[in-house]
């Protein structure tokens, strides 16, 4: 019943998150869509322009991988489903109310080749040992990026976590004023050591980089 009366009329819930203020999560048309104030945080754009992301790696070659920002899980979907990715992700959520968000609404909890870590990416990337083939990084409060991932510290954890070989997908942000200034400084940080791509209007949105590790 609920699904038919979503194509007659969309049904909200909002929830009360201390990190991301209220966020939406909108049943119309029969799909669920997560949305912040300002932004889509999954299963809509957000997912497409990942998922862009992902035609530009090589899957079959990547035995784990990290996405940094959980949302609602629609990018663990994306590669669930329609890339048939069936290896080890480790995902990295700040926000409770959003790893509930994505239990509750879209079906997404841990399983054996699932982790999810409640933790801050900043912190987490510091402290974590092991090495991953592919880095996500998906990390908006709302519909911006905070400042400190653009920053070479961060940059350099990054690179310190993949292995040889292993590449990030960055998700620079959805605000064209400032995108390309924060574009210009992850290049600095990340061009020694990696083959990038650039795609900085993807959907007509959303700024991404991609890197592979240079052979040494």
Same mark, same amino acid.
């Given at each position: 019943m609920k699904t038919l009366l979503s194509y007659i009329w969309p049904i909200t819930r909002r929830i009360s998150s201390e990190i991301n203020g209220v966020l939406e999560v909108t049943y119309s048309q029969g799909k669920k869509v997560l949305d912040s104030k300002?932004?889509?945080y999954s299963y809509g754009p957000l997912q497409e322009i990942l998922e862009f992301g992902l035609t530009k790696v090589d899957l079959k070659s990547v035995d784990n991988l990290l996405l940094l920002g959980l949302g609602g899980?629609?990018?663990?979907?994306?590669?669930?489903?329609?890339?048939?990715?069936?290896?080890?992700?480790?995902?990295?959520?700040?926000?409770?109310?959003? @790893?509930? @968000?994505?239990?509750?609404?879209?079906?997404?909890?841990?399983?054996?080749?699932?982790?999810?870590? /409640?933790?801050?990416?900043?912190?987490f990337t510091k402290t974590s040992r092991r090495k991953y083939q592919l880095v996500i990084i998906d990390l908006f409060i709302d519909n911006k990026v905070p400042p400190i991932f653009y920053q070479k510290e961060f940059c350099d954890r990054i690179t310190r976590l993949l292995s040889p070989q292993g590449?990030? @997908?960055?998700?620079?942000?959805?605000?064209? +004023?400032?995108?390309? +200034?924060?574009?210009? /400084?992850?290049?600095? /940080?990340? +061009?020694?050591?990696?083959n990038l791509q650039l795609y900085p209007n993807v959907l007509k949105q959303n700024y991404l980089i991609i890197g592979t590790k240079k052979e040494r």
């Open positions: 300002n932004a889509n899980g629609s990018i663990i979907k994306s590669l669930r489903e329609t890339f048939e990715y069936k290896n080890q992700i480790y995902a990295v959520e700040i926000d409770p109310a959003m @790893i509930q @968000i994505a239990k509750d609404e879209f079906g997404i909890s841990e399983s054996w080749n699932l982790k999810i870590i /409640h933790d801050d990416a900043f912190l590449s990030f @997908i960055f998700n620079v942000g959805m605000n064209p +004023e400032n995108d390309n +200034e924060a574009a210009e /400084h992850l290049i600095s /940080h990340f +061009e020694e050591n990696f």
